[in-house]
């Protein structure tokens, strides 16, 4: 899915500014289609996810909570969350300077794409759903 949405934004990009892919990936606010699409991710979770986005953060990676340390678009709990988060991803595979530096980072200052690997990380094929469960509002 993301190869086509490069093509796509490859043959309309604009030629000043930003192509629709960078756009898409320095956003902070509304739902789009995972920028993370690699060993955790699968298309059929984006249901699920794009709800625990709604019911979280109102769809905003810069989210915070004013009664916990909870953050970003997933509203992982930044003071428990962030070291695992990296350390998972680090086991993944990619960029590992780049991705060690987010310990340095509060999660809700993490880029789009880190916020949807980390959610796809946790979620892990549905195993992980419990970290989002809410009597109120059901996701799954």
């Known amino acids: 899915m993301l190869e086509a949405l490069v093509m796509t934004a ?3 990009a604009p030629t000043d500014g930003l192509n629709k892919v960078e756009q ?18 699968d298309e059929k979770w984006e249901d699920e996810r794009k709800c625990i986005m709604r019911r979280e953060s ?7 909570n004013s009664s916990s ?11 428990q969350w ?16 780049e991705i060690k530096s987010l310990r340095n ?3 809700n200052k993490w880029s789009r794409y880190y916020q949807d690997r ?3 990380t946790a979620w892990r094929h549905g195993k992980g759903a419990k970290h989002w469960y ?3 509002i059901r996701c799954f």
């Open 82 to 97: 962030r070291d695992g988060l990296v350390w998972m991803m680090l086991n993944e595979g990619g960029n590992k300077p």
């Open 134 to 136: 809410h009597d109120g």
């Open 105 to 107: 980072k509060p999660i």
């Open 10 to 12: 490859a043959l309309h």
């Open 24 to 41: 898409l990936a320095s956003s902070t606010k509304g739902y789009a289609p995972s920028l993370y699409e690699g060993k955790w991710y």
């Open 118 to 120: 980390a959610f796809f």
């Open 58 to 64: 109102r769809y905003n990676y810069r989210a915070t």
């Open 69 to 79: 340390s909870a953050a970003g678009a997933y509203q992982f709990l930044d003071s």
